[in-house]
Nanobody, 124 residues
């Protein structure tokens, strides 16, 4: 069992930056591939970024590539999402998630554990 707690969301203006954090507790953090998802009302949850257990490999969806960076600190049991040059269309609830299955990082399936989400609102 893994518990995930996100923080760092808020209300910002277009062009601003935010860094989301997700702290994990429970089992060994480095056993898990970590992902950041986002969801807006009425739409499906979208995988934004993912990072491998070893931190060597990462994935970001095309719509945020060059603006968002995922990273993790296994010693701190924490995964981060650095979001720069934010746009109104980035407004969503952001969730971190964990999985043990070895799948391509672009694959949305099989995330077992989820945080409660943190709201990010970008005003124009």
């Amino acid at each position: 069992q893994v518990q995930l707690v996100e923080s760092g969301g808020g209300l910002v203006q277009s062009g601003d930056s935010l860094r989301l954090s997700c702290v994990a507790s429970g089992r060994t953090f480095s056993d898990y591939t970590m992902g950041w998802f986002r969801q807006v009302p009425g739409k499906e949850r979208e995988l934004v970024a993912a990072i491998s257990r070893s931190r060597i490999f990462s994935y970001t969806v095309d719509s945020v590539k060059g603006r968002f960076t995922i990273s993790r600190d296994n010693a701190k049991n924490t995964v981060y999402l650095q979001m720069n040059s934010l746009k109104p269309e980035d407004t969503a609830v952001y969730y971190c998630a964990a999985r043990t299955l070895s799948l391509p990082l672009s694959e949305m399936r099989s995330y077992t554990y989820w945080g409660q989400g943190t709201q990010v609102t970008v005003s124009s």
